[in-house]
Each structure stands twice: as structure tokens, then as C-alpha cells.
């Protein structure tokens, strides 16, 4: 079975960092698109960041400049530093995976920012 584990939310003050890790079992994330959505309590699910097989990223243009996704492809790990957090990134953050109809989901981590 496929799993995403999430690690590395918490609560962190404004302007602090924080960096999420997503490890990756029976699946090879080098050949997957993979990202980060958030989802704040009243709203839907956005997407953060993403990464594409190829290595290409693309920013939610309210994280552009502060977040940088990255991947390790030896560990099976994708990565979300995360600088200059503000309240309104507070949200539980997901990993996801796709590759063609294939699409997985972690289970979440909590990210809580206080002013």
C-alpha cells in the first residue's frame, strides 16, 4: 500500500521557519508530480507548491519568494521550507503524488503560525 507520511508541522511564530518532509513508501517518487496543498478550516484544499518528474516548480503566488519545494530522490523524500511564515499560512498542510491516473495523499501536518 501506498504512504505519504508527513512530518514537521507545529506551531511557529511569525516570521519563523519551518520545513515539512514527505517520505514516500512503494511508490518512486522520481517519476511522480509532487506537491503541497493546504487547507484552512472554512476552506478548500489549494495547492502550495509542486514539482514536477522533470523537476520543475510552480508557487501559489502567496508563497512565492517564502516557500521552496524541493525533492531528494535518493531518500524517497520531498521537502517544503518554509520562511517569513505569516498567520494565513496556518493550515494543515498535504502531500500529494500523481502520475497519470495514479494520485496519493498524505494524511497531514498541522502548521499553526501565531502573531
Known amino acids: 500500500q501506498v504512504q505519504l507520511v508527513e512530518s514537521g508541522g507545529g506551531l511557529v511564530q511569525l516570521g519563523g521557519p519551518l520545513r515539512l518532509s514527505c517520505a514516500a513508501s512503494?511508490?518512486?517518487?522520481?517519476?511522480?508530480?509532487m506537491g503541497w496543498y493546504r487547507q484552512a478550516p472554512g476552506k478548500q484544499r489549494e495547492l502550495v507548491a509542486r514539482?514536477?518528474?522533470?523537476?520543475?516548480?510552480t508557487y501559489a503566488d502567496s508563497v512565492k519568494g517564502r516557500f521552496t519545494i524541493s525533492r531528494d530522490n535518493a531518500k524517497n523524500t520531498e521537502y517544503l521550507q518554509m520562511n517569513s511564515l505569516k498567520p494565513e499560512d496556518t493550515a494543515v498542510y498535504y502531500c500529494?503524488?500523481?502520475?497519470?491516473?495514479?494520485?496519493?495523499w498524505g494524511q497531514g501536518t498541522q502548521v499553526s503560525v501565531s502573531s
Open positions: 512503494r511508490i518512486i517518487i522520481i517519476v511522480y508530480h
Open positions: 500529494n503524488a500523481q502520475w497519470g491516473q495514479r494520485n496519493y
Open positions: 514539482i514536477t518528474g522533470g523537476g520543475i516548480t
